[in-house]
C-alpha cells in the first residue's frame, strides 16, 4: 500500500538549535516528494520538492532535505530554526506526473514544529 | 491579489442542512481540487477538476458535489451535512504544465452540530 509516515506528531526544539523533521514512504514507483509548512490559520506553502538529480534539495526559509532511496526516507532539516518556523509540516508524496495523468498526493499526518524561547 | 480565494472561512451547520463552500482563483490555472484535513490525517483528497466541465472524485467524495463551469469557480457542496463531514476544508489550484506546483487558499473551518 502507498503511504507516507511521519513518526512525530509534535516536536518540540529551542530557538537557534537545528531541527530534522522525519518522513518515510511507501510507494512503488519513482516518487515525487515535497515537504508544505502551514501556519495557524493559514493554507499550505510549498516548502521543497525532489523530482531527480541531487539527492539534498534546498528550500525557501533555509529547509533543506535529503532523499534516500535506500531507507524510503525524505528528512526534512534545518540548521538554525526561528521562533516564526513554528506550523506544522507535512510531507506528501506522488507518482510522475508525466507518466501518471491521473497524479495524485499522498499526504503524511503532519509535524507539529514548537519553538521553545 | 493573485491566489486562491475561499468563502466563507467559518460555517456551522445542523445535521442535514446543505451548503457550498466557494473557492475561486484568478491565476487561470486549470486545474483545481478540494482536500479536507483532519487531525492526524493529513490531507485527503475529495474531488478535482483538470478543466472546465471536467470533474472527477477522489479519495472521500462521498457526500459532496462539485462542478466546474467555468475555469475560475470550483464549488464544494455538502448535499446533507453530518457530523463526520466537520473539518477544515482546502482549496488548490496549479497550471496543468506544472503538476504539483499547487497553491492553497487559507481553508473553510466547517463545524457540522
Keep these: 500500500a502507498q503511504s507516507v509516515t511521519q513518526p512525530d506528531i509534535h516536536i518540540t526544539v529551542s530557538e537557534g538549535a537545528s531541527l530534522e523533521l522525519r518522513c518515510n514512504y511507501s510507494y512503488g514507483a519513482t516518487p515525487y516528494l515535497f515537504w508544505y509548512v502551514q501556519s495557524p490559520g493559514q493554507g499550505l506553502q510549498l516548502l521543497l520538492k525532489y523530482f531527480s538529480g541531487d539527492t539534498l534539495v534546498q528550500g525557501i526559509k533555509g529547509f533543506e532535505a535529503e532523499f534516500k532511496r535506500s531507507q524510503s526516507s525524505f528528512n526534512l532539516r534545518k540548521p538554525s530554526v526561528h521562533w516564526s518556523d513554528a506550523a506544522e509540516y507535512f510531507c506528501a508524496v506522488g507518482p510522475d506526473p508525466y507518466m501518471d495523468s491521473n497524479y495524485q498526493l499522498i499526504w503524511g499526518a503532519g509535524t507539529k514544529l514548537i519553538i521553545k524561547p | ?113
Excluded at chain 2, 467559518?10 to 486549470?30: I, P, R, W, Y
Excluded at chain 2, 478540494?34 to 493529513?42: E, H, K, T
Aim: proline letters at 5%; one cysteine or more; a neutral charge.
Design chain 2, 1 to 113: 491579489n493573485a491566489g486562491v480565494t475561499q468563502t466563507p472561512k467559518f460555517q456551522v451547520l445542523k445535521t442535514g442542512q446543505s451548503m457550498t463552500l466557494q473557492c475561486a482563483q484568478d491565476m487561470n490555472h486549470e486545474y483545481m481540487s478540494w482536500y479536507r484535513q483532519d487531525p492526524g490525517m493529513g490531507l485527503r483528497l475529495i474531488h478535482y477538476s483538470v478543466g472546465a466541465g471536467i470533474t472527477d472524485q477522489g479519495e472521500v467524495p462521498n457526500g459532496y458535489n462539485v462542478s466546474r463551469s467555468t475555469t475560475e469557480d470550483f464549488p464544494l457542496r455538502l448535499l446533507s451535512a453530518a457530523p463526520s463531514q466537520t473539518s477544515v476544508y482546502f482549496c488548490a489550484s496549479s497550471y496543468a504544465s506544472s503538476p504539483y506546483g499547487y497553491t492553497f487558499g487559507s481553508g473553510t473551518r466547517l463545524t457540522v452540530v
